[in-house]
């Protein structure tokens, strides 16, 4: 399908140009122009109510804006998810404060899925236009319309929303909508609550109090969720925003991590890379609880654990894990697509549920043994249950895990020997056999031992190109492929190995650009999927902690100063970056923020152990 950057498409923000508030249950994305344009209600996975932003016509949307604004900025209140826009005009400011009241014992009315909005008019005189349009169902259900005193009802199969207001509503357009126009003096104050239910029910009134305990209760509870924080290194305003944004992606009530709140939203615009993120997989929620508990969030990662349990526990005998789960455990994913939407800027086709449910891609177990055994020797002793049940995962990654599979990237190419699945491999059995000598647990230790020593000979034997001079993206190839930069961060090989650092040097020939990394060139790859796709920021940030490991300092500290400069006004990610550092891809992404967390974490570290060097130098010591 041919892009098409024309009149019809000026309706959609770029996607960096959006803001995200949750309540640990879902999330709304709140544009820069004051739209809710993407929320799912009840849940990360449920359908859109909101979703604009996968077509403008038909998706629905939640607009709050000032008619006389000539320009808008947005900026998180401190140490929070409480969103807030300003319209500044020429003679007027109003203020949107946007949050939803997370799922928390300390609030009286838990179980309410609302979204809650009130604007503020610091200085001048402000006209405010409300228009609220839901479409149930990614626009696919019906839905009636009911005007009262306190607001309206939209109710639809399966579910209603109910819309409380300060100010009268009123019906428009075709009648599946209500829109208000209120002139706001300083002092004076709009109240709006969109509330998700299963049965109809006249909205109650809501004004200025009740909307002000709400946002200091909500504003209370996210400062004291950071405050737990122990990052006090450099970057820290950018590190905490990630460990913010993860936290907006974690599902409260089972403690699983959904990859981004999205779907569909382009890695190449017009192209077919279009996919469904709002589940949770194995690999990037072990790399999240990773990076929460290296800033000290153990609560969270206790939460995972038992998610993870549950689903090792559920496995079949004889079986591996599922690549991902939906947040209630569930495998069946089917992958459909929505042909009556547009997409994002005419970017089809829009989907939902993820094929790559059906996938094997064998590198998830090293990734979940590295993360349970951090989470067992600076969290909490693991249980003899959850280790028994792993056991049997290595059981049956010993016999499988020569064979192909699909790969860290989900290539729909067909299965070939992927070097970064046999690095996992080895890391998998490498972190079970600590473990086991650290707390004792019973376990085939020569059988595991001798199962490590064979996947580390394979990638130093068949993954290994002299020629190229690097790692390789699988058995016997030529393609080079990012994901090998981990080899340092999972003690596979020193920093400073020769064969790593020539893979390094061939990577940075090849698939850096600008400071910027790409997973590898999908020109003359046979990865099953049309089209190009922008730069990989979970690359970009592995490339700077491979750098400060290496020594290369100042180098990791300017690449990664600069790929601060792409984060969004608000400090948010997408997964890609586009040749003009536009956002590509589902937003925000975890994988980006937990990499962020990671290489500041890490070249944090390296730049005082650098710099006491040099001190040292200095003084001849």
């Known amino acids: 399908m041919t892009y098409d950057s024309g009149p019809r498409h000026r309706d959609y923000l770029p996607i960096e140009d959006h803001g995200i508030i949750g309540d640990l249950h879902t999330v709304a994305l709140v544009g820069a122009d004051g739209t809710i344009d993407w929320c799912c209600l009840p849940r990360f996975d449920a359908p859109a109510v909101f979703g604009a932003l996968l077509d403008a016509r038909l998706g629905g949307h939640f607009r709050v804006t000032a008619r006389d604004a000539e320009r808008t900025?947005?900026?998180?209140?401190?140490?929070?998810?409480?969103?807030?826009?300003?319209?500044?005009?020429?003679?007027?400011?109003?203020?949107?404060?946007?949050?939803?009241?997370?799922?928390?014992?300390?609030?009286?009315?838990r179980g309410v899925r609302q979204i809650v909005r009130q604007v503020r008019v610091p200085r001048g005189r402000a006209v405010l236009e409300v228009c609220c349009r839901p479409a149930f169902d990614y626009a696919r259900a019906p839905h009636s319309v009911t005007v009262t005193d306190h607001g309206a009802v939209f109710a639809a199969p399966g579910g209603a929303l109910v819309l409380r207001s300060s100010v009268p509503l009123e019906p428009a357009g075709d009648g599946l909508e209500v829109r208000a126009t209120v002139t706001l003096d300083p002092g004076s104050t709009l109240e709006l609550a969109a509330q998700w239910t299963d049965v109809p029910a006249p909205p109650a009134p809501i004004d200025a109090h009740e909307a002000a305990v709400l946002l200091d209760s909500t504003l209370a509870y996210w400062d004291g969720w950071i405050r737990k924080s122990q990052y006090r290194g450099r970057y820290r305003e950018g590190v905490e925003r990630s460990a913010l944004?993860?936290?907006?992606?974690?599902?409260?009530?089972?403690?699983?991590?959904?990859?981004?709140?999205?779907?569909?939203?382009?890695?190449?615009?017009?192209?077919?890379?279009?996919?469904?993120?709002?589940?949770?997989?194995?690999?990037?929620?072990?790399?999240?609880?990773?990076?929460?508990?290296?800033?000290?969030?153990?609560?969270?990662?206790?939460?995972?654990?038992?998610?993870?349990?549950?689903?090792?526990?559920?496995?079949?005998?004889g079986t591996g894990l599922h690549v991902l789960y939906g947040i209630?455990?569930?495998?069946?994913?089917?992958?459909?697509?929505?042909?009556?939407?547009?997409?994002?800027?005419?970017?089809?086709?829009?989907?939902?549920?993820?094929?790559?449910?059906?996938?094997?891609?064998?590198?998830?177990?090293?990734?979940?043994?590295?993360?349970?055994?951090?989470?067992?020797?600076?969290?909490?002793?693991?249980?003899?249950?959850?280790?028994?049940?792993?056991?049997?995962?290595?059981?049956?990654?010993?016999?499988?895990?020569?064979?192909?599979?699909?790969?860290?990237?989900?290539?729909?190419?067909?299965?070939?020997?992927?070097?970064?699945?046999?690095?996992?491999?080895?890391?998998?059995?490498?972190?079970a056999l600590r473990i086991a000598q650290q707390r004792g647990m019973p376990a085939p230790v020569e059988q595991w031992r001798d199962n490590a020593a064979e996947a580390y000979r394979f990638v130093q034997e068949r993954c290994w190109s002299p020629e190229l001079g690097a790692y390789t993206q699988s058995a016997d190839s030529r393609t080079l492929d990012a994901?090998?930069?981990?080899?340092?961060?999972?003690?596979?090989?020193?920093?400073?190995?020769?064969?790593?650092?020539?893979?390094?040097?061939?990577?940075?020939?090849?698939?850096?650009?600008?400071?910027?990394?790409?997973?590898?060139?999908?020109?003359?790859?046979?990865?099953?999927?049309?089209?190009?796709?922008?730069?990989?920021?979970?690359?970009?940030?592995?490339?700077?902690?491979?750098?400060?490991?290496?020594?290369?300092?100042?180098?990791?500290?300017?690449?990664?100063?600069?790929?601060?400069?792409?984060a969004s006004h608000l400090g948010l990610y997408a997964e890609?970056?586009?040749?003009?550092?536009?956002?590509?891809?589902?937003?925000?992404?975890?994988?980006?923020?937990?990499?962020?967390?990671?290489?500041?974490?890490?070249?944090?570290?390296?730049?005082?152990?650098?710099?006491?060097?040099?001190?040292?130098?200095?003084?001849?010591?």
């Open 73 to 109: 900025r947005q900026m998180y209140m401190p140490d929070s998810n409480v969103l807030l826009t300003r319209f500044l005009g020429r003679s007027s400011v109003a203020e949107l404060y946007d949050f939803m009241v997370p799922d928390h014992p300390s609030f009286p009315e």
């Open 245 to 317: 944004a993860l936290k907006l992606l974690v599902h409260q009530p089972t403690g699983a991590l959904v990859a981004a709140p999205t779907t569909s939203l382009p890695e190449s615009p017009g192209g077919g890379r279009n996919w469904d993120y709002r589940y949770t997989w194995i690999r990037d929620a072990a790399f999240t609880l990773y990076a929460l508990m290296r800033l000290g969030f153990t609560e969270e990662a206790a939460a995972f654990i038992d998610w993870l349990h549950q689903r090792c526990v559920e496995a079949p005998p």
């Open 328 to 431: 209630d455990g569930r495998a069946d994913l089917p992958e459909s697509i929505l042909g009556h939407l547009d997409g994002y800027r005419g970017s089809k086709p829009v989907r939902i549920g993820n094929a790559a449910a059906r996938q094997t891609q064998l590198d998830i177990h090293g990734e979940l043994m590295d993360s349970v055994y951090l989470y067992n020797k600076h969290g909490e002793p693991i249980s003899y249950e959850l280790w028994e049940a792993l056991a049997r995962q290595l059981e049956w990654l010993e016999k499988h895990w020569e064979e192909p599979d699909d790969g860290i990237w989900e290539t729909r190419g067909g299965p070939q020997r992927f070097t970064y699945s046999a690095l996992m491999t080895w890391v998998a059995f490498e972190r």
């Open 483 to 566: 994901s090998l930069l981990v080899m340092p961060l999972v003690k596979f090989s020193g920093p400073r190995d020769p064969r790593f650092r020539s893979t390094v040097r061939r990577i940075e020939e090849q698939l850096v650009s600008d400071s910027l990394v790409r997973r590898y060139r999908t020109e003359g790859c046979a990865d099953g999927l049309p089209g190009d796709e922008g730069t990989f920021n979970l690359c970009s940030f592995w490339y700077v902690e491979a750098l400060a490991r290496a020594g290369r300092v100042g180098e990791a500290r300017y690449i990664f100063e600069k790929m601060l400069t792409h």
């Open 576 to 621: 890609e970056i586009g040749p003009a550092g536009e956002a590509l891809g589902n937003f925000p992404q975890a994988f980006t923020h937990l990499a962020l967390i990671s290489a500041a974490t890490n070249l944090d570290r390296a730049i005082t152990a650098h710099q006491g060097t040099a001190s040292a130098r200095r003084c001849g010591g």
